[in-house]
């Protein structure tokens, strides 16, 4: 298994208020990634980081904010959370983006978070 | 717009049938597939690949099978078992403008291997 861990696993939380996933990876890889799975949509890109400090957006990223001040984190941040963000979150890692093999992205175990 | 497409929400086959999923794209930009499987309370977990240059890759009783032409993917699982009863998301990479890949995922399937 690749070395990915994400926490919380499990978070509910009120509508209005803050709040912080972080993934954590052991194996030094360049790229992360954030995604939301969602039944009607699958897996979509939030954001994502090609370095320390470098980061872009993806599909769905209105409402959320990254950061990445080290290699091995990755936090994704809800300013204020509202009930459409209800949804289980994966972070993802990969050696490299140029495309091909180095390219297979590696998932964690996914963060379940309830806005009420 | 849904770039890929799995258009079945499920399938249910014998253990020991093949499983045959399908998997459409519309953007002929995709250069790399991938397949990923996910069991419930766990992230999704890569599978196999293929490259737009090939039109087969095979490992052990997984194959996809590349159509460049009718944008059109398949995984068969030959025999099934009860073990691969999971979701499969199919998957093409994409390289945005700042020159890296970026996955794009399907919305899904659910596979039933019934003993």
């Known amino acids: 298994d690749a070395g990915i861990t994400q926490s919380p696993r499990h978070k509910v939380t009120e509508t209005g208020t803050p709040v912080t996933l972080r993934c954590h990876q052991t194996?030094?890889?360049?790229?992360m990634y954030w995604y939301r799975q969602d039944p009607e949509h699958g897996l979509r890109l939030i954001h994502y980081?090609?370095?320390?400090?470098?980061?872009d957006k993806g599909e769905v990223s209105d409402g959320y904010s990254v950061s990445r001040s080290k290699t091995e984190d990755f936090l994704l941040t809800l300013e204020s959370a509202t009930s459409s963000q209800t949804s289980v979150y994966f972070c993802?890692?990969?050696?490299?983006?140029?495309?091909?093999?180095?390219?297979?992205?590696?998932f964690g175990a996914g963060t379940r978070l309830s806005v009420l | 717009d849904q770039q890929v497409k799995q258009n079945s929400p499920s399938l249910s086959v014998q253990e020991g049938r093949i499983s045959i999923l399908n998997c459409d794209y519309t953007?002929?930009?995709?250069?790399?597939f991938l397949w990923y499987k996910k069991y419930p309370a766990e992230g999704p977990t890569f599978l196999i690949s293929?490259?737009?240059?090939?039109d087969k890759n095979e490992d052990g009783r997984f194959t996809v099978f590349l159509n460049k032409s009718a944008k059109h993917l398949s995984l068969h699982i030959v025999p099934s078992q009860p073990g691969d009863s999971a979701v499969y998301f199919c998957?093409?990479?994409?390289?945005?403008?700042?020159?890296?890949?970026?996955?794009?995922f399907g919305k899904g399937m659910k596979l039933t291997v019934n003993p």
């Open positions: 293929i490259s737009s240059i090939k």
């Open positions: 194996e030094n890889h360049r790229y």
């Open positions: 953007n002929s930009m995709f250069d790399y």
């Open positions: 998957a093409a990479s994409a390289r945005t403008q700042g020159g890296s890949e970026k996955l794009v």
């Open positions: 980081s090609y370095g320390v400090k470098d980061t």
């Open positions: 993802a890692i990969s050696e490299s983006g140029a495309g091909g093999i180095k390219n297979i992205q590696y």
